[in-house]
């Protein structure tokens, strides 16, 4: 079955950096596009970055742009993201998500994911 396992969040001051981790399994990972998408209590769930299937086109929420970048490496079935810069209003629980079947586009909106995983806790504070 399908399975996202992100891992590499923490507590970091603001102005610091972070790289999350999602190892993938269950499915022909290099055959989907992929996002990460954050969530906070009492919010509405916002995507934040996603890439294509071979990695070669990236996109960002402006919120993040510039601060954050995107990567896959096909050959371990990962998906990163690199965060700098971080500020508090990035707070938040991160997920990745794989895109639905039968779509080759990167999809900014949630609804485009058919599984997420369970998340890792993001803190900037200082």
């Known amino acids: 079955q399908v399975q996202l396992v992100e891992s590499g969040g923490g507590l970091v001051q603001p102005g610091g950096s972070l790289r999350l981790s999602c190892a993938a399994s269950g499915f022909a990972f290099s055959h989907y596009p992929m996002s990460w998408v954050r969530q906070v209590p009492g919010r509405a769930i916002e995507w934040v970055s996603g890439i294509s299937k071979g990695g070669n086109i990236t996109t960002y929420a402006d919120a993040v742009k510039g601060r954050f970048t995107i990567s896959r490496d096909n050959a371990k079935n990962t998906l990163y993201l690199q965060m700098n810069t971080l500020q508090p209003e990035d707070t938040a629980v991160y997920h990745c998500?794989?895109?639905?079947?039968?779509?080759?586009?990167?999809?900014?909106?949630?609804?485009?994911?058919?599984?997420w995983g369970q998340g890792t806790q993001v803190t900037v504070s200082s």
């Open positions: 998500a794989k895109r639905l079947p039968g779509y080759s586009r990167i999809g900014q909106n949630p609804r485009d994911y058919d599984y």
